[in-house]
Each structure stands twice: as C-alpha cells, then as structure tokens.
T-cell receptor, first 114, second 115 residues
Framework: DTAVSQTPKYLVTQMGNDKSIKCEQN?????MYWYKQDSKKFLKIMFS???????INETVPNRFSPKSPDKAHLNLHINSLELGDSAVYFC?????????????FGDGTRLSIL | KQEVTQIPAALSVPEGENLVLNCSFT??????LQWFRQDPGKGLTSLLL?????REQTSGRLNASLDKSSGRSTLYIAASQPGDSATYLC??????????????FGKGTLLTVNP
C-alpha cells in the first residue's frame, strides 16, 4: 500500500547515457514533484506538475524532461547524463497546490554516474 | 530569496534526553513551515506542519514552535529514543508568488540517540 513509489531505487550508469526514473502515487493527489538531493544533502525542487500540467520548472537543464501521462504518474527522463547529475532524486505528491496538507515523499532513486 | 538554516548540523545525545533542533528562515512571509524526518536510504516523512497563524503543533513526544516575526522554528523532542535517530529537515512554503507551493528546505540536522 505504498503511497509514493519510485523505480528504480538505485541506478548506476555511464556518462552520456539516457535514463528514466518512474514515479507513481496512489493517494489520488493532483500535484506531483521531483526534488534533487545532492552530495551535501541539500534538497531542491526541480519540477512540479498539477493535473498533468507543468507549474514549476526551477532552471533545470533541458536534458531533464518530466513527463506526466496521468495525474498519478510523473516520470523523469534524463538525456546525456553528466557526472554532476549524481544525486538522490525524490518524487513527492500533495493533494493539490492550495490545501495545507503536507507533501508525501517516495524513498528516492540514487543515481550514480561513472 | 528565501534561505533556511538549521543548527546544529549534527547532534549526538544519550537516550532519554530532551533536545531542541533549530531552524531559521530569512523571509518571514511564509504560508507554513514543515518538519520532516529522513531515515537513511528513505524518503521524507512529514512530522509536523505549522500554519503561519499558529505558534506551535504537537504530536506525541514532538513539539514544534514557530515565531514568524523572528524567522525561527524549533523542534522539541522529549525523552529521546534510539529510534529517533535520523536527519530532521525543516521546510518553508512562501506566502506569495506564482509558485508559492514550492518548499525551501534547510540542510537538516543529523540526530543520533545513543542507547
């Protein structure tokens, strides 16, 4: 009965490759997010989608392309991976952008670029 | 630009001790403040959410306070247990702006409770 699930949990790949991370939430939430937590443990928002529409894009390189096929899914595709992309990527969801409910997070995907 | 600072960066205490974690933010125009817990290899779990109009929230052994005017929040943990060991993050949501549901996080406090 996992609320926010991400796959894969670990991703090890070489520089220059293209990879995707999938996220699904079964909470019926309208809003989903992608965060990046770097080696210094700083957590920063990358994207947010509300009802499949992009509402936040935090100056992330266009090598990162989020895709939301429906409001329960927000996948992250990364082209031409670089060493600096190594981090833990967290998906999250919230009921919507207006209510005061907390965000629910997945367990993260640890991406390592060789 | 909102900045969130948490001190100390790390804290180690013996079991049973009461402790306080601190969070400060530079822009007092916030909608709410949230405290999260992050266990190693896991995502974030929301602990307490304080609305800007509130001064504190309590859940079990946890008590979070908010002083919006001074830009500070504290998380008080009573009678700490080894299971409380984790990284504690605070995050603020801004009051204004087109993306005012965007959370700004601190770097966290790594808490170790020794048996």
């Amino acid at each position: 009965d996992t609320a926010v699930s991400q796959t894969p949990k670990y991703l090890v790949t070489q520089m220059g490759n293209d990879k995707s991370i999938k996220c699904e939430q079964n909470l019926g939430h309208d809003t989903m997010y992608w965060y990046k937590q770097d080696s210094k443990k700083f957590l920063k928002i990358m994207f947010s989608y509300n009802n499949k529409e992009l509402i936040i894009n935090e100056t992330v390189p266009n090598r990162f392309s989020p895709k939301s096929p429906d409001k329960a899914h927000l996948n992250l595709h990364i082209n031409s991976l670089e060493l600096g992309d190594s981090a833990v990527y967290f998906c999250a969801s919230s009921q919507d952008t207006l209510t005061l409910q907390p965000q629910h997070f997945g367990d993260g995907t640890r991406l390592s670029i060789l | 630009k909102q900045e969130v600072t948490q001190i100390p960066a790390a804290l180690s205490v013996p079991e049973g001790e009461n402790l306080v974690l601190n969070c400060s933010f530079t822009d007092s125009a916030i909608y709410n403040l949230q405290w999260f817990r992050q266990d190693p290899g896991k995502g974030l779990t929301s602990l307490l959410l304080i609305q800007s109009s509130q001064r504190e929230q309590t859940s079990g052994r946890l008590n979070a306070s908010l002083d919006k005017s001074s830009g500070r929040s504290t998380l008080y943990i009573a009678a700490s247990q080894p299971g409380d060991s984790a990284t504690y993050l605070c995050a603020v949501r801004p009051l204004f702006g087109g993306s005012n549901y965007k959370l700004t996080f601190g770097k966290g406090t790594l808490l170790t409770v020794n048996p």
